[in-house]
């Protein structure tokens, strides 16, 4: 992204307003890719032109702006810069539970823009960060926990220790090349069927 120009798309209902942040995103080298209002459907917005960023200039989030931007899915997900003159915290909230990345009230001057965007990314890519992260630790304790029911039954069936059920479990996991979570859940399975 720093080599080539940063793609944002403008979501404003104001020409004027909306052509003086243009210019001003330009001088801070970015490329509108496109310019829409928020009554369009953002999600088809952004998957026709595939901006970097999304910045929206609105006097205040109304509830369908605030709502497109909550319905982008994962494969959408950019990172949201509102400019807004709307300060109240009930307001922010709502924002930022839609997925803002950054809420600028009064303000959405030519120096300030690029600064306000770079900060926008850096906290979208440390959210998508944190979320992956925990995507992987709930997948992973997910997984153990089929492993101790597969450890489990076959302490029970077959009279094994713990640790010879868990080296059993590894020992087929092996043998068949497939992970230790797939073997559990695979022996959880024909445990149920019999």
Do not use: N
């Amino acid at each position: 992204m720093t080599s080539q120009k940063l793609r944002v798309l403008l979501v404003d209902s104001r020409e004027e307003r909306s052509a003086e942040l243009a210019r001003g995103l330009e001088e801070a080298g970015c490329l509108v890719v496109a310019h829409t209002t928020p009554s369009h459907d953002l999600g088809s917005v952004v998957a026709a032109c595939r901006p970097d960023v999304v910045i929206i200039d609105v006097d205040s989030p109304g509830r369908d702006t605030l709502e497109g931007m909550r319905r982008l899915d994962e494969s959408l997900a950019r990172p949201i810069v509102l400019f807004t003159e709307e300060g109240d915290r009930a307001a922010i909230r709502k924002a930022i539970e839609a997925g803002v990345a950054a809420y600028v009230v009064k303000g959405a001057r030519a120096e300030r823009v690029r600064p306000v965007i770079d900060v926008a990314i850096a906290r979208f890519e440390a959210h998508r960060a944190l979320v992956d992260e925990l995507s992987r630790v709930k997948s992973t304790l997910e997984e153990r926990k089929v492993v101790e029911r597969a450890k489990g039954l076959l302490m029970e069936k077959r009279g094994l220790s713990e640790a010879d059920a868990f080296a059993t479990l590894r020992r087929m996991a092996m043998t068949r090349g497939l992970r230790l979570g797939e073997v559990a859940q695979r022996l959880i399975e024909m445990a149920e069927v019999l």
